[in-house]
């Protein structure tokens, strides 16, 4: 067995640990109800298991990372899988470090699910070791990219500790114009965790069937000297084709229930084969996440938050709120340190300029001033509470776009990091 396979069944230990870790923690909060022990003694009993069995997933996390290092040669952030691989560790470190300060054993029900859909999407993404591109060729790499996800790290447990405040908080049997408009986002946040969770687990389906479907496009361009050029685009698409590349020939497409050819092209004003692939998987995941959502609504019979709620009683709210606030307070000057000033440093070595309005660039200048913002308001205005919690749900969304659209949406500088 090669260093990188045994890295790759490190990763997957990781993952089926923390769906234990998981696991017991719901054990530790939801069944004090009913155990035959006090309810101290159970949440200590259940806390204990399931924090020994996050530090074994934490320690497999750890082995993959330093083996897929050594056995690459470098450090294995570069692309889309290895650096959401790298994030939901570092945000396993946060919450260990969070839960040091408080103890709460709550926040690894809402953490451990996060890093658990973090690892999954993760593993989306072609997981074989790439060679550095000449601009990642730096001692940077390390110092910007690490200390960048460790700040993205502390603002997802703030999130997840702000999910919990309104989880908490938002009363689901009253009726009034304002406790609905509260029920409602509650619930769409919940849905567009769902819609992730439908994304990942289509993907590995229609994977695990073997389907594929491929297009060609011809493109004509023509140079400063009048001299035609043609160049033949190809895109494998993973999910069955919704859309097609706009004026594209069907090269092989696998039926899916009957449909042997996509249903219709993509507008014109959407460029490029990869464009039509990425609304293709935009357009599943809303559909089966749509489905999805709808099945547990079906199963509870009941909004999804309705359903949590209960089990969010006798919560110290003042607590769950100090934590969130705590967590983004922890990671804005480490976030502010590794994607603004050493990526700064990094964009002067590499390209001989500190900024150069590079999507990437803008989308984290506004990820500091949001939470910027957000530590004002919680100091200066005492925005605590709902307010407090909803600006770390928003956030966290805020970090997610940054993440991946720039990266998967958007084309500059750092488009490489969505190969």
Not at 199 to 227: H, L, P, Q
Not at 256 to 283: C, D, Q, S, Y
Request: proline share 4%; with cysteine.
């Amino acid at each position: 067995m090669s260093l990188l396979d045994f890295s790759s069944g490190a990763f997957i230990a990781a993952f089926f640990l923390y769906c234990f870790g998981f696991m017991f923690y719901a054990v530790c909060v939801g069944g004090q109800k009913w155990s035959n022990r006090k309810p101290e003694e159970h949440v200590r009993r259940w806390g204990r298991i399931a924090y020994f069995t996050s530090l074994l997933a934490f320690a497999a996390h750890l082995t993959f990372f330093f083996t897929r290092w050594i056995g690459g040669g470098h450090i294995p952030t570069s692309n889309m899988y290895e650096f959401m691989s790298f994030l939901a560790m570092a945000i396993m470190l946060a919450f260990f470090v969070v839960h040091a300060i408080y103890r709460k054993p709550l926040l690894g029900l809402f953490t451990l699910p996060l890093t658990v859909i973090i690892v999954a999407f993760a593993a989306v993404f072609p997981q074989e070791v790439q060679p550095l591109i000449p601009a990642l060729q730096s001692g940077w790499l390390r110092i910007h990219v690490t200390t960048a996800a460790l700040g993205e790290a502390f603002f997802a447990v703030g999130f997840a500790a702000g999910l919990m405040y309104l989880l908490r908080t938002v009363d689901f049997k009253q009726t009034s114009e304002q406790a609905r408009r509260e029920q409602r986002w509650v619930e769409f946040t919940l849905y567009v965790i769902v819609i992730i969770i439908a994304f990942v687990s289509s993907v590995f389906a229609f994977r695990g069937a073997g389907y594929e479907a491929t297009f060609s496009k011809e493109t004509v361009t023509i140079d400063d000297n009048g001299i035609e050029n043609s160049s033949t685009e190809t895109v494998v698409y993973s999910l069955p084709p919704i859309f097609k590349p706009f004026n594209s020939q069907d090269v092989s497409v696998d039926s899916f229930l009957g449909m042997k050819e996509p249903l219709m092209e993509t507008p014109t004003w959407m460029h490029g084969v990869n464009a039509a692939r990425k609304l293709n998987t935009i357009t599943w995941s809303i559909i089966n996440g749509s489905i999805l959502y709808g099945i547990i609504r079906l199963l509870l019979r009941r909004r999804i938050g309705a359903a949590i709620h209960p089990f969010m009683e006798g919560i110290d709210e003042d607590d769950i709120d100090e934590i969130s606030y705590r967590a983004i307070a922890i990671g804005y000057p480490i976030f502010m340190l590794g994607a603004l000033i050493f990526a700064m440093i990094w964009a002067y070595i590499a390209w001989s300029r500190f900024w150069g309005w590079d999507p990437k660039e803008v989308w984290a200048l506004i990820t500091w001033l949001y939470y910027t913002a957000y530590l004002h308001l919680r100091l200066s205005r005492g925005w605590h509470g709902k307010k407090s919690a909803w600006l770390a749900v928003i956030g966290f969304v805020v970090v997610l776009f940054t993440l991946i659209g720039v990266n998967l949406v958007l084309v500059g500088l750092h488009s490489y990091a969505g190969v």
